[in-house]
């Protein structure tokens, strides 16, 4: 499936979309309080989320699957991106101590081996963050319409999908809890409603947010194999 980034690009620049992206980046740095100098990734289109990585990190690595075509998030600066097969990363083993998958995951068409993947590059202690649209959220239809996203999950398929690739699921977090708003005023009131994360409102949050961390005592094949992939564009490290 080929996917328009331009309309993330549009979404993401709109006022709607600069809301919701200072109440997903609060629930990324709830649960990554601190970064202690870690190896960082991210996947997806996530250029709105750089700003949780500006401190305390050794090593970024932004890395757009190659479905969405080929973007350079600076014009005047060296191009922070690279264009990637999301089935084959072009990172090292062990080399990643957390990973961001942020509009992506949904585009999907094989979650197994994304994960198998995700799995390899993380170090023995290493995690990971899923976003994705909620199945039974009321931003769903919204999701598919603007931003062309196949594909909805809830928090029991992320947790089964984590768990059947070596993953264990951690924790889970909701937000937007209020259907997608075109009034700038009741934009503005969006936040005063994420509060509202109890075991009723988190079933129809727009938005889940799965963190897990890899199980290194996995058993790992006895087949070794070398894959190597031309990356498109710089990684800035």
Same mark, same amino acid.
């Given at each position: 499936?080929?996917?328009?980034?331009?309309?993330?690009?549009i979404?993401y620049?709109?006022?709607?979309?600069?809301?919701?992206? *200072?109440i997903?980046?609060?629930?990324?740095?709830?649960?990554?309080?601190?970064?202690?100098?870690?190896?960082?990734?991210?996947?997806?289109?996530?250029?709105?989320?750089?700003s %949780?990585?500006?401190?305390? =990190? *050794?090593?970024l !690595?932004?890395?757009?699957?190659?479905?969405?075509?080929? !973007?350079?998030?600076?014009?005047?600066?060296?191009?922070?991106? %690279?264009?990637?097969q999301?089935?084959?990363l /072009?990172?090292?083993?062990?080399?990643?101590?957390?990973?961001?998958?942020?509009?992506?995951?949904e585009?999907?068409?094989?979650?197994?081996?994304?994960?198998?993947? %995700?799995?390899?590059?993380?170090?023995?202690?290493?995690?990971?963050? =899923?976003?994705?649209?909620?199945?039974y959220g009321?931003?769903?239809f919204? +999701?598919?319409?603007?931003?062309?996203?196949?594909?909805?999950?809830?928090?029991?398929?992320?947790?089964?999908?984590?768990s059947?690739?070596?993953?264990t699921?951690?924790k889970?977090?909701?937000?937007? !809890?209020?259907? /997608?708003l @075109?009034?700038?005023?009741?934009?503005?009131?969006?936040?005063?409603?994420?509060?509202?994360?109890?075991?009723?409102?988190? +079933?129809?949050?727009?938005?889940?947010?799965?963190?897990?961390?890899?199980?290194?005592?996995?058993?790992?094949s006895? @087949?070794?194999?070398?894959v190597? *992939?031309?990356?498109?564009?710089?990684?800035? %490290?």
């Amino acid at each position: 499936m080929k996917i328009n980034i331009e309309n993330f690009k549009i979404f993401y620049s709109s006022f709607l979309g600069k809301s919701i992206t *200072q109440i997903i980046l609060k629930k990324i740095l709830n649960l990554w309080p601190n970064f202690n100098n870690s190896r960082n990734a991210i996947i997806g289109f996530g250029f709105p989320f750089l700003s %949780a990585f500006k401190s305390n =990190i *050794q090593r970024l !690595f932004f890395l757009v699957p190659n479905k969405f075509g080929l !973007f350079n998030f600076f014009i005047n600066e060296k191009n922070l991106t %690279a264009s990637v097969q999301e089935d084959i990363l /072009p990172l090292e083993d062990l080399s990643i101590d957390r990973l961001l998958v942020v509009n992506c995951f949904e585009y999907l068409s094989d979650h197994k081996k994304f994960l198998r993947e %995700a799995w390899r590059i993380l170090d023995k202690d290493g995690e990971i963050i =899923i976003i994705t649209p909620n199945t039974y959220g009321l931003w769903r239809f919204f +999701y598919k319409k603007k931003l062309n996203s196949p594909t909805t999950f809830s928090s029991y398929e992320l947790d089964l999908l984590l768990s059947n690739n070596f993953l264990t699921p951690i924790k889970t977090e909701y937000c937007l !809890f209020l259907p /997608p708003l @075109k009034n700038k005023f009741l934009i503005n009131k969006i936040r005063s409603f994420e509060v509202l994360n109890n075991r009723l409102t988190k +079933y129809f949050a727009g938005l889940i947010i799965t963190k897990g961390k890899k199980n290194y005592l996995s058993p790992v094949s006895s @087949k070794s194999k070398t894959v190597k *992939q031309k990356i498109r564009g710089d990684i800035r %490290a």
